[in-house]
């Protein structure tokens, strides 16, 4: 979904529609393709190309909820064309968009922490808006932390007072699009959460300064159902797969 959306952009960059039914059936074919590769187990030679959890572990789907994940692809897809803010994007100048949504790398207080908004631009009143795309289902704490780090992307990578950036999330399901406001508090207070996160996950660490962990320093759960959904169940519990 991402990585059309970007392509759709990338298009509108040059101020030219794009016809959405064609688009669509150009996107689900990559993803038929995306999936054949992965079936074919071509990422253990080619690790940058389409990997699913259910053909590492060889979970056994039906072919209809395969069909059920390219219909909300479409979905979403035919949502994100008629979004109000889609048009509103569009009447802005495509020169200050910011299209990728590859991880931005800050330092913020001696720790690098990697933010990738969806999606950003400058508002007609000159307003700093970063949007989310979202196409699963909400989950309202995670995604308010999220949009959280994004406001403060803004204030440490691009310099943008917290008073200045509008966030959105954008649920293409639904479709749903929530503004959010920012101010100098809320910041703080996602500041605060970052820096308990960053100090949890050092306390685990046999050397913090160098990253390094020990691995038998890690409880194994022993709640074996969460361990089928884990993607690092083939190095951590090998007897399981
Ligand atoms: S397989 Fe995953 S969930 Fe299970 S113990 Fe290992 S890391 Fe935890």
């Known amino acids: 979904m991402h990585d059309a959306i970007e392509m759709a952009f990338h298009v509108f960059v040059g101020g030219r529609d794009l016809p959405v039914e064609p688009f669509i059936a150009d996107v689900i074919e990559r993803m038929r393709g995306d999936w054949r590769s992965s079936k074919a187990g071509r990422y253990r030679e080619s690790p940058k190309t389409a990997a699913l959890f259910e053909h590492e572990y060889a979970v056994d789907l039906k072919p209809e909820v395969w069909q059920a994940i390219s219909r909300n692809v479409a979905t979403c897809l035919r949502n994100f064309f008629r979004l109000p803010l889609l048009t509103a994007i569009r009447k802005t100048s495509a020169d200050h968009w910011s299209i990728e949504h590859w991880s931005k790398?800050?330092?913020?207080?001696?720790?690098?922490?990697?933010?990738?908004?969806?999606?950003?631009?400058?508002?007609?009143?000159?307003?700093?808006?970063?949007?989310?795309?979202?196409?699963g289902g909400a989950n309202p704490d995670g995604a308010a932390f999220q949009l959280g780090c994004y406001a403060l992307y803004a204030a440490e990578v691009l310099g943008v007072a917290p008073s200045k950036v509008d966030l959105y999330e954008a649920n293409l399901r639904e479709p749903e699009v929530t503004q959010v406001q920012w101010n100098d508090e809320r910041l703080d207070a996602i500041k605060e959460q970052v820096r308990l996160s960053i100090r949890s996950m050092k306390a685990y660490l046999v050397d913090p300064a160098a990253n390094a962990a020990t691995i038998a320093d890690f409880e194994k759960t022993e709640e074996l159902r969460i361990c089928r959904w884990c993607n690092f169940r083939v190095v951590c519990r090998p007897e399981l797969t």
């Open 105 to 135: 790398v800050f330092e913020f207080e001696g720790t690098a922490v990697w933010v990738a908004p969806d999606f950003g631009f400058w508002t007609e009143e000159g307003r700093l808006a970063l949007v989310d795309w979202k196409t």
